[in-house]
């Protein structure tokens, strides 16, 4: 069965912390992995990564995939508080596959 | 581009009352897809349609559940008869490519509670 982990599945930090968000997975035909970011709303598109090794930068935030070891990782430099959200990852086969997110409260 | 549009924001219906979400998706998308997030099983996938057809409904909890796609720029999502465990927040995708594994555009969701 095809699975998508996240980790941590909370994370509190002060305002300038560095963090770095996990996702691995266990799927059949690997076309892409995305990350969204979920405030109180709809998901909104962050990243996406099809080729290993290669970082997709945006602003403070950053994202690397590895397919031989089946995971990606997502930094976000000198948090803000606006930076509290639910990130979520997930596996492109033939669907998306979503993790449970990593819920993310940056604190002035 | 307004987005994708889903009706109604918020519902509260009673248990065993059919219920009927809709969705409007951005246009010139040719796949929508309709999830289903909680606090325990997170975003699962429902069903997929593109160009109007359902490809994929193995998401679809029980027959209570269906999906229609009359046309390009409308779909409704109906539960029929509700339950209790059927609360949760719906949102809608769209997508103009492979939309599979590319980036979808996500409604602002209804969110749905069975008494």
């Known amino acids: 069965e095809d699975k998508v982990v996240q980790s941590p599945l909370s994370l509190v930090v002060h305002e300038g912390d560095t963090v770095t968000l996990n996702c691995s997975y266990e799927?059949?035909?690997?076309?892409?992995l995305l990350w969204y970011k979920q405030e109180k709303k709809a998901p909104t598109f962050l990243f996406m990564l099809?080729?290993?090794?290669i970082e997709k930068k945006s602003g403070r935030l950053s994202s690397i995939l590895d397919k031989k070891e089946l995971f990606s990782i997502l930094n976000i430099t000198a948090t803000q508080t606006g930076d509290s959200a639910i990130y979520l990852c997930?596996?492109?086969?033939?669907?998306?596959?979503f993790g449970t997110g990593t819920r993310l409260q940056v604190f002035p | 581009d307004a987005g994708v549009i889903q009706s109604p924001r918020h519902e509260v219906t009673e248990m065993g009352q059919e219920v009927t979400l809709r969705c409007k998706p951005i246009?010139?998308?040719?796949?929508l897809f309709w999830y289903r997030q909680t606090m325990m099983r997170g975003l699962e996938l429902l069903i997929y349609?593109?160009?109007?057809?359902?490809?994929?409904d193995s998401g679809m909890p029980e027959d209570r559940f269906s999906a229609k796609m009359p046309n390009a720029s409308f779909s409704t999502l109906k539960i029929q008869p509700s339950e209790p465990r059927d609360s949760a927040v719906y949102f809608c995708?769209?997508?103009?490519?492979?939309?599979?594994?590319?980036?979808?555009?996500f409604g602002p969701g209804t969110r749905l509670t069975v008494l």
């Open positions: 995708a769209s997508s103009p490519l492979a939309g599979t594994y590319n980036e979808q555009f």
């Open positions: 349609f593109n160009n109007n057809v359902p490809i994929d």
């Open positions: 099809t080729s290993s090794g």
């Open positions: 246009s010139g998308h040719d796949y």
């Open positions: 799927v059949t035909n690997f076309r892409s």
């Open positions: 997930a596996v492109g086969t033939d669907k998306l596959i």
